[in-house]
């Protein structure tokens, strides 16, 4: 699976931006699929995932209300949609893939593949 992570920019305090995530590859549609997130100076955190069936979602307490994670398989897509953005959500953005399994979803190190990141950053 390659993913190419798109949609970042700069917004204001309490705009919004949608990222994309594209996938290529026979399996992402039975990947599970996970956005994290890296501030300079930081460790990549978890924010949001989905299991392949798109029946389990999970968020970081952070993003709970703000985020949304959806998928759409028929176009190898997952997407985050983000609302209310703060300063504190500036980072690079990476999108994951975990191909199979149980999904734990803020274990960073059990996910297959990675993308490029995107930048979001939120003036105030």
């Known amino acids: 699976v390659q993913l190419q992570a798109s949609g970042g920019g700069l917004v204001q305090a309490g705009g919004s931006l949608r990222l994309s995530c594209a996938g290529s590859?026979?399996?992402?549609?039975?990947?599970?699929m996970g956005w994290f997130r890296q501030a300079p100076g930081k460790e990549r955190e978890f924010v949001a995932a989905?299991?392949?069936?798109?029946?389990?979602?999970y968020y970081a307490g952070s993003v709970k209300g703000r985020f949304t994670i959806s998928r759409d398989n028929a176009k190898n897509t997952v997407y985050l949609q983000m609302k209310s953005l703060k300063p504190e959500d500036t980072a690079v953005y990476y999108c994951?893939?975990?191909?199979?399994?149980?999904?734990?979803?803020?274990?960073?190190?059990?996910?297959?593949?990675w993308g490029q990141g995107t930048q979001v950053t939120v003036s105030s």
């Open positions: 989905m299991t392949w069936t798109g029946n389990s979602i």
């Open positions: 590859g026979r399996t992402f549609s039975t990947s599970h």
């Open positions: 994951a893939a975990k191909s199979g399994g149980t999904l734990r979803p803020s274990e960073k190190y059990e996910y297959d593949y």
